[in-house]
């Protein structure tokens, strides 16, 4: 069994979730690459333990994470187990479902049928009997909303998920699910959306409609997969996520345009005494309404760049206007 630092909450920062009564670190972890059956296991206990050592208590997860589908949730369950039991109340577990788990017609989407297996399903992987949090993790346009809320609000109701949360749904969508999750008696806790330099659609509409209805925004790939660092300016390098086959990161992604970006936003980064990395967390946490950011790591190192950020400078107004300028360039 492990011993996690005593000083682990000492120089994390934490912010309220919405108008809610959590709070979440500004850096979360989450474990969709580099946490499954195909990665090494050591590697993904050693950043699990560090991440908690250094005050993140958020690890974020979903049925289908891995590969395969699944592992990421018992590999997890099984560091927990092992190292972490007597913290289980410290930390605030996420789960999702949403995506492809099983086959047949019940194993996507929205239905309350999928939607309360695979949260017993991701349970039972974990170990726990509670999920702090549950999400829908994408909008059905096939299942009216309400079932898919009413799902959400049973599995709060039943005590497998403390709160409830959505994932990429449009500002629409978010503001119809906030409002029946209202009316049902479990207000929504959270909306986890993506967000980056490279990727920016929640600033039109949909932090508006957060604050509105007071739910935090935790959002996910700040760092575009690992576009915004420093990686891919020479090529991509071996063992990246852009060089694996189940890497979700595909090369065409990786255009010559976003490159020249990147390496002028990395001279902004080098010259505020910051990795591109860090600079790129600044930046998304820039936004007062976004709660925390889901970073993702392959390796310890780039878990310690990443909680750093909090104790490093605001980007200046000054700053922030440079880094615009090379964006919409
Ligand atoms: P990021 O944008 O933070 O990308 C993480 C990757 O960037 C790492 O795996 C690593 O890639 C690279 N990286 C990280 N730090 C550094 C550094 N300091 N220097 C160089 N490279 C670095 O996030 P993810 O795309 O991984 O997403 C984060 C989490 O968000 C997921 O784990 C998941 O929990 C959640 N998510 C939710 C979704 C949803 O639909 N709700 C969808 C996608 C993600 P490498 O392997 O190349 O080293």
Known sequence: MNTPDKNR???????????????????????WHNFGGVDVYENAKEMVLRAFDLGITHFDLANNYGPPPGSAEENFGRILRSELAAHREEMILTSKAGYLMWPGPYGEWGSRKYLIASCDQSLKRMGVEYVDVFYSHRPDPDTPLEETMMALDQIVRSGKALYAGISS???????EAFKILQELGTPCLVHQPSYSMFDRWVEDGLLDVLEKYGVGAVVFSPLFQGLLTDKYLKGIPEGSRASKKHGFLQASQITEDKIEKVRALNEIASARGQKMAQMALSWVLRDERVTSVIIGASKVSQ???????VNQSALS????????AVLVS
């Not at 979730?17 to 500004?26: D, H």
């Not at 107004?317 to 615009?324: G, L, M, P, T, V």
């Open 9 to 31: 909450y000492e120089n994390m920062k934490y912010a309220r979730c919405g108008k809610s009564g959590l709070m979440l670190p500004k850096i979360s972890l989450g474990l």
């Open 303 to 309: 878990i310690e760049d990443a909680v750093a950020v």
């Open 169 to 175: 749904y449009s500002p629409e969508q978010s503001e």
């Open 317 to 324: 107004a000054e700053e922030i206007d440079k880094i615009e």
